[in-house]
């Protein structure tokens, strides 16, 4: 077992925790990353991304956590291939860590980037066909569906706001209901039914997913309906799940304030949690914009942050603040 002592500890290695990195490494920070379940987060598992600035044609997902890792690395980051289990920051800094090999993490700042998953309904079809017609981001796949018909299931906030969203693709978008109400605020729902290119389906449970028999893409969703139990067939190219997701903060629970879906509460406009030298960032403190970019830039916010923090304490205990050429 070896304990790894640093300035700033990072947990998880998506878009937030890989800048935070970089630009704590450039600070002098000698940050430690732990990449935890899924490394490199959420777009190892998309595929084509046309979105991220910097990249004039598609680059993929995974392609650019590579990218991103291997600059956090350059300027001395360590990446760890490690999961978190267990925390302390009750104690205050430094934090202890503990992580599933086993070993103990000790940082004087802790940076929290473990992300959200998208919920997914756990049909057949659903995973064979992700990137191939099912996604769960309309931001960042919709293009795609240029003029195609699409689909979007869910009913709440996102589900509305993805299809509004798609409208800027597609003639032709139907949002799918299990219920006959939706869940979304009502200025979205006011949007949504005045929007001539939306058509809804209620009370319709999406049962399975099928491909097209040349193996290329999305052929159709089996429904069945939730009063009747019929079964019916919905033709459409894409289909945008949009039931939730689900930030990864059980490690958190009891130690951090959360709102009630459990993201972590920071204070507006900082990625600062409420102890003193643990800041969140990315989606598990976001649950509205949910970007590669937007995680990247609260991950930078977390950084400079960190950066501030550490030498305002060591400001006021009268050290010398410590020289970037001393790591
Ligand atoms: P929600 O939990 O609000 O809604 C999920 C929707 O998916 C519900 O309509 C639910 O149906 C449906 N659903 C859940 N599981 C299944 C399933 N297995 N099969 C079919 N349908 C299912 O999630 P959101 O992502 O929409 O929102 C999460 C939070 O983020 C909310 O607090 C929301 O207000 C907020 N948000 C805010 C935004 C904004 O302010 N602009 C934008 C996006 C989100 P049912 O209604 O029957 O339970």
Not at 22 to 51: C, F, H, K, S
Not at 70 to 80: D, F, Y
Not at 199 to 213: A, C, E, I, M, S
Request: aromatic content about 8%.
């Amino acid at each position: 077992m070896t304990t790894h002592t640093t300035r700033m500890l990072i947990i998880g290695s998506g878009p937030a925790g890989l800048s935070a990195a970089i630009y704590g490494a450039r600070a002098g920070m000698q940050p430690i990353v732990v990449q935890g379940l899924q490394p490199g987060g959420q777009l190892t598992i998309t595929t084509d991304v046309e979105n991220y600035p910097g990249f004039r044609d598609v680059i993929q997902g995974p392609w650019l956590m590579e990218q991103m890792q291997a600059q956090a690395e350059h300027v001395g980051t360590r990446v760890i291939w490690d999961t978190i289990v267990d925390i302390d920051l009750a104690s205050g800094s430094p934090f202890t860590a503990t992580g599933d090999s086993g070993d103990t993490y000790v940082g004087d700042v802790v940076v929290i980037a473990t992300g959200a998953q998208a919920k997914w309904l756990g049909v057949l079809g659903e995973q064979e066909l992700g990137g191939k017609g099912v996604s769960a981001c309309a931001t960042c796949d919709g293009f795609f569906f240029r003029g195609k018909k699409v689909a979007v299931i869910g009913g709440g906030n996102t589900a509305v706001e993805e299809a509004l969203y798609l409208t800027n693709h597609s003639d032709d978008v139907t949002l799918i209901h299990r219920r006959d109400e939706l869940r979304s605020e009502k200025i979205l729902q006011d949007r949504l039914f005045a929007n001539p290119k939306i058509k809804v389906l209620w009370n319709k449970q999406v049962t399975r997913f099928l491909g097209d028999p040349a193996g290329q893409g999305l052929a159709s969703l089996e429904l069945k309906d939730t009063v009747t139990g019929a079964v019916s067939d919905f033709i459409a190219d894409g289909a945008f799940v949009a039931i939730g997701h689900k930030p990864a903060t059980e490690l958190f629970k009891g130690k951090l304030p959360m709102d009630e879906n459990g993201y972590l509460l920071v204070e507006p406009g900082t990625p600062r949690t409420s102890i003193p030298g643990v800041f969140a960032c990315g989606d598990v403190m976001d649950h509205i914009y949910r970007q590669a970019v937007t995680a990247a830039g609260t991950g930078c916010m977390a950084a400079l942050d960190a950066e501030r923090f550490l030498a305002h304490r060591e400001f006021e205990a009268g050290k010398e603040l410590p020289s970037v050429a001393a790591y």
